[in-house]
């Protein structure tokens, strides 16, 4: 049986705004991603979720909070976001995703660690919640990693066509697990 996910990006946040990366730091979200979050809920409100995993980071947890409160959340750090180890909390500038697919960032993680998570979540998704559609809502990294791993792309293509650089944002992307 096929399970559904769904994936929501967290909404925005103070660091978002100000440039900064956040990474494993906890940060938390603006006025305007919290008002984003309620309308994203709005726009999903006839879509079901039979459960939503979140991020242990507060800005995911907030999100799916305010767009979902009634459905039923778990935490799972395996979706969190990259660890940009000593440019957490840095200018975003600094972040730059296609020189760290191989190479962690300076005392923390790669783009290919990311997806070792990723990947065992999936795993334990395939386990567990066959034939269910799941709600995530997360982070960058790691919904690139859901495009490398379900669409069976390189991090080079999922980095090229990401819609953060492509300015596509859409009310949730869907993957499906085989």
């Given at each position: 049986?096929?399970?559904?996910?769904?994936?929501?990006?967290?909404?925005?946040?103070?660091?978002?705004?100000?440039?900064?990366?956040?990474?494993?730091?906890?940060?938390?979200?603006?006025?305007?991603?919290?008002?984003?979050?309620?309308?994203?809920?709005?726009?999903?409100?006839?879509?079901?979720?039979d459960i939503i995993f979140t991020s242990d980071?507060?800005?995911?947890?907030?999100?799916?909070?305010?767009?979902?409160?009634?459905?039923?959340?778990?935490?799972?750090?395996?979706?969190?976001?990259?660890?940009?180890?000593?440019?957490?909390?840095?200018?975003?500038?600094?972040?730059?995703?296609?020189?760290?697919?191989d190479k962690p960032f300076p005392n923390g993680?790669?783009?290919?660690?990311?997806?070792?998570?990723?990947?065992?979540?999936?795993?334990?998704?395939?386990?567990?919640?066959?034939?269910?559609?799941?709600?995530?809502?997360?982070?960058?990294?790691?919904?690139?990693?859901?495009?490398?791993?379900?669409?069976?792309?390189?991090?080079?293509?999922?980095?090229?066509?990401?819609?953060?650089?492509?300015?596509?944002?859409?009310?949730?992307?869907?993957?499906?697990?085989?």
């Open positions: 049986m096929k399970t559904k996910v769904i994936y929501f990006v967290h909404g925005t946040t103070n660091d978002n705004i100000n440039g900064k990366c956040s990474g494993w730091k906890q940060a938390e979200l603006s006025d305007l991603g919290k008002e984003r979050a309620i309308k994203l809920g709005q726009i999903k409100k006839n879509t079901h979720l980071l507060v800005r995911a947890i907030d999100s799916a909070n305010l767009a979902f409160p009634s459905v039923k959340h778990i935490q799972d750090i395996r979706l969190r976001e990259c660890n940009y180890g000593d440019l957490d909390g840095k200018d975003k500038s600094l972040v730059i995703y296609e020189e760290h697919i993680e790669s783009l290919k660690d990311v997806e070792k998570r990723v990947k065992d979540f999936i795993q334990f998704l395939k386990k567990d919640y066959q034939g269910k559609t799941i709600g995530i809502v997360a982070h960058r990294a790691p919904q690139l990693a859901f495009e490398v791993l379900t669409k069976n792309i390189s991090w080079e293509e999922a980095n090229k066509t990401e819609w953060r650089k492509t300015k596509a944002w859409q009310p949730g992307w869907e993957y499906i697990i085989e």
